[in-house]
């Protein structure tokens, strides 16, 4: 069954490790990341952005899918079902569809909207029993027309919102979403710690998590981030390894053309790659 995000992520501070945040795009990629998370009896978070949940036909198609598979799947470890960098409107679509946990991006709003518009929220996830997470400071790069510079996050921006009763908070700390660019300045650890000094023990996310030296991964999750999220690693992996089948030929032996063949190499790169950043993370054995 799917749960809220809060009890793992809260399990994730105090053993000083993080949950992977690993989006879906359709079947094989929410099956891949499963069947992985109950291999290395991780716990998993499965982000849905806006974007993806429109190309999968709508939120309950989502839910329903990821449901049903694990029920067939037998997954026993905790999976939270996420909407990644929802808008207000998209919060409420998600959690009428059943949705576990919802991330509300009013990063881009003027902090005091944005304060006013995640009070609102986390009233209502908390008589749901749903998750919450909030965004102060943007995430560089694009991801579903979310575009952001990548400017650090005002501490006490940050507290102020994390006092509304948020389970988790997204912080910019330099990170952007995407490939990282050669020129990339890296994380900003002081932000960050100035940020957890004033927060506490608030799971803090880390987005844009394809490309960030494994050194600067395990200093983050030594300054409170519980949360991590992996998107285009995942995309990459997929798309390599799908490109290596086909111009080998593959395709055209045989049924290579079946989409339950065409898609497998791909299918084990994803679960490859989530299994790696779950090593990274330190979440296996942490179910």
């Not at 989006?23 to 929410?30: G, M, S, V, Y």
């Not at 982000?47 to 449901?67: H, I, L, N, P, R």
């Not at 919060?91 to 576990?100: L, N, P, V």
């Not at 999750?221 to 949360?227: E, M, N, S, T």
Request: charged letters at 25%; aromatic letters at 6%.
């Amino acid at each position: 069954m799917l749960v809220s995000a809060k009890e793992m992520l809260e399990k994730a501070v105090e053993g000083h490790y993080a949950v992977g945040q690993f989006n879906i795009n359709n079947l094989e990629w929410t099956k891949a990341i499963l069947l992985t998370a109950q291999e290395c009896n991780s716990p998993v978070i499965l982000g849905v952005s806006e974007g993806a949940g429109k190309y999968m036909t709508g939120f309950k198609t989502v839910a329903d899918m990821v449901k049903a598979m694990i029920d067939e799947l037998k997954i026993t470890v905790p999976v939270a079902l996420h909407l990644d960098h929802g808008s207000y409107e998209g919060c409420q679509k998600c959690i009428e569809a059943g949705f576990s946990s919802i991330m509300f991006d009013g990063s881009h709003y003027p902090i005091e909207e944005n304060v006013a518009k995640t009070k609102e929220l986390v009233e209502t996830c908390k008589k749901l029993g749903l998750s919450l997470e909030a965004e102060v400071g943007s995430i560089g790069g694009e991801e579903d027309g979310v575009i952001g510079q990548g400017e650090c996050a005002d501490p006490g921006e940050c507290k102020q919102v994390a006092d509304l009763g948020v389970d988790m908070l997204a912080a910019g700390i330099g990170n952007i979403h995407g490939k990282y660019p050669a020129n990339w300045a890296g994380l900003s650890f002081e932000t960050l710690d100035a940020i957890q000094q004033l927060t506490g023990k608030l799971p803090l996310v880390l987005h844009g998590g394809t490309g960030i030296p494994e050194d600067m991964i395990k200093k983050a999750i030594d300054l409170g981030v519980a949360k991590i999220n992996v998107n285009t690693e995942c995309q990459l992996s997929f798309a390599d390894a799908t490109r290596k089948y086909i111009e080998a030929g593959k395709d055209l032996e045989g049924k290579g053309f079946d989409p339950r063949k065409l898609l497998k190499p791909g299918t084990e790169a994803i679960m490859k790659t989530v299994k790696e950043k779950m090593e990274l993370f330190g979440s296996v054995d942490r179910a």
